[in-house]
Each structure stands twice: as structure tokens, then as C-alpha cells.
């Protein structure tokens, strides 16, 4: 897990900071803050317009009395999809693009659920993490608020 937050944190802002560089010394320091700009636009648009869509469905599944766990998946690849556009950089604008259509989430989707198979498959510990409302040595009485 480490290395992950390493690799996210050092060795992608890294590049990112390089890639500016090197499309700015091709293009020109305004023409690259205009793409930043113009990504940054039309990414939030587009995860607006997905977000609501997605929305949608999950009512739609909820109304017809079925748990909606594509949706929430959806919903939660917009989410991280709109949030990586908003940082600059072309890698980010381009995993955020990825997320954000529907065509390549779908195939991330599929490769995730492959990835925890095989992980299941195997024996691998997966935990999952759940919170309650309450912590777990507050059993003795509830809170009563009155108006």
C-alpha cells in the first residue's frame, strides 16, 4: 500500500510537472494553461452531465426494488473521474477522461471485477470496512434529543 501512495504522490506530480514542461516548451506556456483550462471545463461538464445520468438510474433501480450496485460503482468512478480532472496535468485529465466516458468505465469496471476474482479466487485476505453509527462501546443507552 505504501508503494502506491508513493507512486501517487511523488512519481505522478513528478511527471505531470514534466510533461507541462516539455508540451509548453512545444506549444507555449499559454496555449498549455489554455488546454489546462479547457479540460478542467469540459471534464466538469462532463461529469455534471454523468453524474446526473447516472442518478437516474440508481432511482430507477431503487423504484423497481432492486440494489443498484453498477450504478454506485458508476457513480463512484464519476466522482473520482471529475475529481482527477480538476488537478492539472495530461495523465490525470486523460485517466479522468477514462473514467468519465462510459464506453472505457465500463471496461475498467470489467477489469476491476476480474482483478477481485482472482483475488478471491486465490485466497487472498480482502477486508472490507464498514462503519456504524454508533462505536461499539456505546451499548448501554441511546441519546433521546426533546425538543
Known sequence: MFAY????????????????????????????????????????YLARLQGFYILGKIQHSLNQGNMPS??????????????????????????????????????????LKNKLKDKLNQGDNITIRSFKEKPPFDNEYDDIDIN
Request: glycine share 12%.
Open 70 to 111: 453498477e450504478e454506485l460503482l458508476d457513480g463512484a468512478m464519476v466522482l473520482v473521474g471529475g475529481i482527477v480532472l480538476l488537478t492539472p496535468g495530461f495523465i490525470t485529465d486523460t485517466l479522468g477522461f477514462l473514467l468519465l466516458l462510459p464506453m472505457t468505465r465500463e471496461l475498467i469496471k470489467f477489469l
Open 5 to 44: 501512495l508513493l507512486i501517487l504522490f511523488t512519481v505522478v506530480p513528478a511527471l505531470e510537472l514534466y510533461l507541462l514542461i516539455e508540451i509548453g516548451s512545444y506549444i507555449g506556456a499559454g496555449n498549455t494553461i489554455l488546454i489546462i483550462i479547457i479540460t478542467g471545463v469540459v471534464g466538469a
